[in-house]
């Protein structure tokens, strides 16, 4: 779940809220993160941990939190004290990590934008049963709608760093589980990417328009709109545009090795292929209901492909209104998971005229919850 900080809030990205102050949403949010009775829980844009803790250690669970350098917010995985305790944790730093061995140390990362964002990666070792246990991964990953490529980049760092630590360290029965704010709709190369699909011919033009190179990656670039310079943090300060355009970038050359969309397909190749856990479980519910709200339907996506069955939000504002946020699951060699029941997603007429909501959501986000098994091959 996205917990929306304070530093996103404001009456200019959010007029139709009942609930910017902290002290009106928190209550709300609150209860929302416990309603599930989760065994594990993956929240993003966490701050004011003061509040939240003790919340949650009087629920009995354990945490573990990491933020981006000098972010006002950041991710926390928390879980069951009396069920899992921490083998070893993690964070993944998007802007330091390699995607290519050739090259000089600045190509050697393909990155376009110096954005601080993260994921937390912890492995959970069941209580009493060292050799059961899964690796649980959060992010929240780069918010600019144009930045189509940076995304896709971070994404598949993660999954790559996620399964090779899972290898690396003798993990290999356990599940992976990647949960957040993936910023992505389903008809997104990311999107795609993360599930094994070769990208469109669209999501390819919206790979290659965003294949740029940012100031803060290439401090010479001229700037052309000073005043958003500050673009990392999720749209703080800038006025609420959702057809922003990319600026104070240039064009990328070879020199600078961001990566090619068979270098991307090549960062995503892991076996087995990710899986939404909402796409899987809202197709099997559908046999047995006529019909159920989802995505596919609202943006076009053929209930074929991947991403057609992911809710039919899970942010919805006065400005924007997406699918932004999943449950992936990485099974392990010859157990396939299968989701046992859904938190059920809210309709469009839960959510209209925006969140944060008194009575709906005090986020942006809406949670997302599964419950899982797994059979043996």
């Known amino acids: 779940m996205n917990h929306i900080s304070t530093n996103s809030q404001g009456r200019e990205l959010f007029p139709n809220s009942d609930c910017l102050k902290s002290a009106q949403r928190e209550h709300m949010i609150f209860r929302e993160i416990l309603s599930a009775d989760a065994d594990i829980l993956c929240l993003q844009e966490v701050d004011r941990l003061e509040k939240l803790i003790p919340i949650l250690e009087e629920a009995k669970y354990e ?3 990491a933020a981006g350098p000098r972010k006002k917010h950041g991710c926390l995985i928390g879980f069951r004290k009396d069920t899992f305790e921490i083998r070893e944790r993690f964070v993944l730093c998007y802007d330091d990590i390699d995607v290519r061995t050739d090259g000089t140390n600045v190509s050697h990362k393909g990155l376009s934008f110096r954005t601080k964002n993260i994921a937390s990666v912890v492995a959970l070792q069941k209580v009493g049963q060292p050799g059961e246990g899964y690796v649980v991964a959060t992010t929240h990953l780069f918010w600019h709608p144009s930045y189509a ?9 993660l999954l790559r760093e996620v399964v090779k630590y899972r290898e690396n360290s003798g993990l290999s029965s356990w599940p992976c589980f990647l949960a957040g704010d993936f910023n992505f709709s389903p008809g997104e190369p990311g999107y795609a990417l993360l599930a094994g699909e070769t990208p469109t011919p669209t999501q390819e033009e919206l790979l290659e328009k965003s294949r740029v190179v940012h100031v803060s990656v290439d401090p010479s670039v001229p700037l052309t709109n000073p005043a958003t310079t500050n673009e990392d943090e999720d749209g703080g300060g800038a006025q609420p545009d959702p057809d922003r355009v990319i600026t104070n970038a240039r064009g990328a050359s070879p020199a600078d090795g961001l990566l090619s969309s068979s270098e991307l397909v090549e960062l995503f190749a892991v076996t087995p292929r990710p899986r939404s856990l909402y796409d899987e479980g809202q197709r099997l519910l559908e046999r047995i209901l006529d019909s159920i709200p989802r995505c596919g339907e609202r943006v076009g996506l053929p209930s074929h492909q991947r991403g057609a069955y992911e809710p039919e939000w899970t942010s919805y504002t006065h400005y924007w209104q997406s699918v932004l946020d999943y449950i992936w699951v990485v099974d392990p060699p010859n157990r396939k998971a299968s989701v046992t029941r859904l938190l059920q997603p809210h309709t ?10 008194k009575g709906i959501s005090g986020s942006d986000h809406v949670s997302l919850a599964a419950e899982v098994q797994w059979e043996v091959d």
Do not use: K, M, S, W
């Open 63 to 65: 945490h573990v939190y």
């Open 348 to 357: 469009t007429e839960d959510l209209h005229p925006g969140l944060p909501r």
């Open 149 to 157: 490529y940076e995304r896709a980049r971070q994404a598949g760092i």
